[in-house]
């Protein structure tokens, strides 16, 4: 059942061109921020604020420094390096982390969506420390973001780097332009699904879906 297996897609991380590797104060990134900061007052005056406004003093540098940060997935070599280690116990079973809590931001509004994941894979010949399970969904979560494509993504990393029996994540959000702006539905929940390998089989898609609704005992 648990045998079937494929060929594991490749995913480029686009890159901020100015960025350094860590985004601390004093680097090249620090040198985006007010190149950043002068268009984002330009907005302002078109919005006709008034920026002799103490409180809008200074926000476009804090707004410029606020995407650097939630952006900072898009850097060059940022992608965590995920270290594994090899399977010698043999462990065939699924191995899940659940409620794993994310914020990004919408691509089409630049408004923040955020929720929880949950992933999981059937461990092929290596196994991750689970720490690194939030590391990949939080590099991925950190750039412009689609939740349909988050999903695809942090689901062709562990396949690609696991080679995994197989993968399955699966993203539920709020998304402020839904509840802020439109049909104007707050609480509205979107749910979005990735399958890879075996977990296409029902069976073993019933197993994590069993583990998802399980209430907790603690």
Known sequence: MRKRQGVAPTTTAPTIADGDRTGTPGGRQELLVPRIAAHLAEVLRLLDLDMRDPN????PERVARLYLEMFRGLREGAEPDVTTFPNDEGYSSMVMERDIPFYSMCAHHFVPFFGHAHMAYIPGPRIVGLSKLPRILEFYAKRPQLQERLTEQVADYLWKNLSPLGAM????????????RGVKKPGALTVTSALRGCFEE???????????NRSRSW
């Open 56 to 59: 809008l003093a200074s926000t």
């Open 169 to 180: 994540v699966v993203v539920e959000a709020r998304h402020l332009c839904v509840e802020m």
């Open 202 to 212: 029902r069976e073993v898609r019933a197993e994590f879906l069993a583990y998802l």
